[in-house]
């Protein structure tokens, strides 16, 4: 359920910018925001953009008697408002994300202060010369193409167990980026960000050293129209090949969570915190024309101290999730608005983490109404764990993106 606070503060931002609305100019249509403004002295601009998504899960599990019966999950899967513009000048962009629906708000413990993740996204982006961008506060870090994908242009229902187990997420700090033009279409991205390293919403200070991200985008064939590597599916078609080729490599300085800025605080009897220097590595590819699309991802990650132990030597329980794992997803426009798409997931965790290695294959439906902005999906997943039938998914929902 949504929170009182979280209604009146919905209550007092669609007020406020119903008044301020009267102000500027307006250009309002379907998928291009609920409100966009500009200050009629051009001091700023806001583009007001909420969305949700509203999904299913039938899940049933494989036993010695067969399947077991379908345990249903009905759930507001996330609800946002997102605010995105500029300031002074069209060089000094911002981007402030707020999340509403439980998953989107849960995770509070002591290091946030006990209180609900609202905050997604805080950042402001400044393009100080010629491709050169720098940002600083609270987004995504330069991790996995499909993570960087937002939310709301997923090809399937969900991300693949790859992104679930092994990512980066979302982090305070600064980043740098720079666009180079390497002859004819040939151009490259290079991304770097210094962040606090256990990810959003942090109140109570770093706990252990930083994290250091780079990563480098090749685009053999010249850029993808309206940045379609980073949106599933060819929802905007390219009439010419585009590949996107890409390699991240991240550095979590004595990390106290078990996934990288990710999963649980590995504590310790006295109270305090288990640390370890912690690596993730990706491998990415992006291919897209006309109404095909592929992505494959590899990812990898180690830890010098993967198992968390007290100070005599005894371990806690807790273990670094390190291994390696494949993903490849691909899908065609079987008609102008209908799109057939499949996935393959494996994950091979090391033998440190005593976890038996798991495969999922999923194929789905689309039917985009309007893009992304406005589509019904469903998909099936069958999933192995240790080569033995594991269980059987079904998923289905639609996004309403204004």
């Not at 993740?117 to 050169?132: E, S």
């Not at 008609?335 to 965790?349: D, Q």
Request: aromatic share 12%; hydrophobic share 40%.
């Amino acid at each position: 359920m949504i929170s009182r606070k979280s209604i009146a503060f919905a209550i007092i931002i669609l007020c406020s910018f119903k008044l301020s609305a009267q102000q500027g100019v307006n250009e309002i249509s379907f998928g291009k925001g609920l409100l966009n403004y500009v200050a009629a002295d051009s001091s700023f601009s806001v583009k007001f953009a909420p969305r949700f998504q509203v999904r299913y899960y039938g899940t049933s599990d494989f036993s010695d008697d067969g399947l077991a019966p379908v345990d249903h999950d009905f759930l507001v899967r996330r609800s946002r408002f997102k605010f995105d513009g500029w300031v002074v000048h069209p060089s000094i962009g911002y981007k402030m994300e707020f999340g509403l629906s439980n998953n989107d708000m849960s995770g509070a413990n002591a290091f946030t202060k006990n209180s609900p993740r609202y905050i997604l996204d805080a950042v402001i982006k400044w393009k100080f010369a010629p491709g050169f961008e720098l940002w600083a506060g609270q987004t995504k870090l330069p991790g996995n193409v499909e993570r960087v994908i937002s939310s709301a242009n997923l090809q399937l229902v969900d991300r693949s167990l790859l992104n679930s187990k092994f990512n980066i997420d979302r982090d305070l700090g600064i980043q740098l980026r720079h666009t180079s033009k390497l002859g004819g279409q040939f151009i490259s991205k290079e991304k770097f960000a210094i962040s606090q390293g256990e990810g959003r919403n942090i109140a109570t200070g770093n706990e252990g050293g930083l994290q250091y991200t780079g990563r480098v985008e090749l685009f053999p064939l010249g850029s993808f129209t309206k940045k379609g590597e980073y949106m599933g599916s060819s929802t905007v078609r390219e009439e010419k090949l585009k590949i996107m080729a890409a390699y991240t490599y991240d550095f979590n300085a004595d990390a106290s969570k078990t996934r990288s800025n990710m999963g649980d605080y590995m504590f310790l009897m006295d109270g305090s915190l288990h640390q370890t220097n912690i690596t993730t590595q990706f491998i990415d590819l992006v291919v897209k024309y006309e109404g095909f699309s592929l992505m494959a991802e590899y990812a990898d990650r180690s830890a010098t101290k993967p198992i968390a132990m007290e100070l005599d030597g005894t371990e806690t329980g807790d273990i670094v999730t390190v291994g390696s794992a494949f993903n490849m997803a691909a899908g065609y426009f079987i008609s102008e608005k209908i799109e057939v798409a499949g996935r393959y997931t494996a994950l091979n965790y090391a033998d440190v983490t005593g976890t038996s290695p798991v495969t999922m294959y999923t194929l789905g439906l689309n039917k985009f109404v309007v893009g992304h902005k406005l589509k019904v999906q469903g998909d099936i997943s069958y999933s192995t764990k240790n080569g033995e039938s594991d269980a059987i998914i079904f998923r289905t929902g639609f996004e309403l993106h204004f």
